[in-house]
């Protein structure tokens, strides 16, 4: 099965961390967030996934020079103008002439793909979209149904207190390629505000399913934060990282870390490969990246310490991301 995968967006929320690294590589305990999604459409089989490119492209095909991700291969098609979400899917989707599955790029989930893609089929729907709860529905697309799955309306961010349902767009769908055929070529459309609500016009083709599992769109600082949270306690059903040891509940501590034996660490936390941690610091609820360094005596309380970045003696930080290797040390003592 192949994916499409749309990560053209700028990422405005998340700047500046989104200036210099678009926002499907920024880390999520460690992992570029979008090595963590191409793994869970890994494990369901997706063997080729188009990456949809518009913001800052080259990024991409850096960290993925060899066009790979494990066994899936990665086609990656650049938008030279914004073409909104249905436009970059219809471009990036050109030739291929199957059903796709396709997800916005930065969704945190575990949806059981297999189970959506059978709910698709069994309904013989056009078009199936996933949904997640949330409590305020009016940041998201609102999408209530009947009891069988079908769509009774899309309605993209409404205003506050008039959405009709706590049950909203978790940005993955499966495309039959009658709806690609539908998308008009080479325009800025919005699935949400066009693709969608248009296709309503002709009842039986769009269905949606609910989806009680993890879910979690990062583009917001404190969803970014949550996120890694989330992960660290196991709410992905795996260990934050592949190489990361539990050394006691919730203290994951990856290979080649330095943790003085003063310093104390309250999980939970991750500490990168090659990290330090100096004498007498605390390190509480927080991710240190690879090579990441806290002072003696600095305080880490639910914060991200990104690749490199670094914290001088004695300074603390509280709910803040460094971006990568950014050195912080106001007193001047590191
Ligand atoms: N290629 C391409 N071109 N990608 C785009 C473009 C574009 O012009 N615009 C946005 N994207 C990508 C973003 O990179 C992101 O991965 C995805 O499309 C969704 O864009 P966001 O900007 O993150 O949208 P949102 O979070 O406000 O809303 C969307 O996601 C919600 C779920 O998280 C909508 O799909 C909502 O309906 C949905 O509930
Ligand atoms: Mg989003």
């Excluded at 494990?43 to 899936?72: K, N, Q, T």
């Excluded at 034996?261 to 330090?276: F, K, N, Y």
Aim: glycine letters at 12%; hydrophobic letters at 45%; aromatic letters at 6%.
């Amino acid at each position: 099965m192949k994916a499409v995968v749309l990560v053209g967006g700028a990422g405005t929320r998340l700047r500046p961390l989104t200036f210099s690294t678009p926002k499907p590589l920024l880390p999520i305990a460690n992992i570029p967030f979008l090595e963590r999604q191409l793994h869970w459409l890994a494990g369901y089989g997706v063997d080729e996934a188009v990456l949809s490119l518009g913001y800052l492209p080259e990024a991409f095909l850096e960290h993925f020079s060899d066009e790979r991700f494990g066994d899936m291969k990665l086609r990656f098609v650049i938008e030279h103008e914004p073409l909104g979400t249905a436009g970059g899917i219809r471009f990036a989707a050109e030739g291929i002439n199957e059903r796709l599955v396709v997800c916005n790029g930065d969704v945190l989930t575990d949806l059981d793909l297999a189970e959506f893609v059978t709910f698709h089929e069994a309904r013989g729907a056009s078009a199936t979209i996933s949904l997640a709860r949330v409590e305020n529905p009016s940041a998201f697309g609102v999408v209530p149904t009947r009891s069988d799955g079908e769509v009774i309306a899309f309605v993209e961010k409404p205003p506050r207190d008039q959405a009709p349902t706590n049950w909203i767009n978790a940005g993955t769908y499966v495309l039959e390629p009658s709806v690609l055929s539908s998308i008009p070529p080479r325009l800025n459309v919005s699935i949400e505000r066009e693709t969608f609500p248009r296709m309503l016009e002709h009842p039986g083709q769009l269905y949606a399913m609910r989806s009680e599992g993890y879910w979690l769109d990062i583009g917001t600082p404190e969803k970014y934060f949550d996120a890694h949270l989330d992960v660290l306690a196991g709410q992905l059903g795996l260990p934050p990282t592949p190489t990361a040891k539990e050394q006691s509940p919730g203290v994951w501590v990856e290979p080649g870390a330095v943790v003085e034996d003063s310093a104390t660490l309250e999980g939970p936390v991750l500490i990168g490969a090659g990290a330090r941690v100096g004498a007498g610091a605390v390190v509480r609820r927080s991710v240190l990246g690879a090579g990441a360094v806290v002072g003696a005596g600095a305080i880490v309380h639910e914060s991200v310490l990104l690749e490199g970045a670094r914290l001088g003696d004695r300074e603390s930080l509280d709910r803040v991301v460094l971006g990568d290797d950014v050195r912080l040390d106001v007193g001047g003592a590191a």
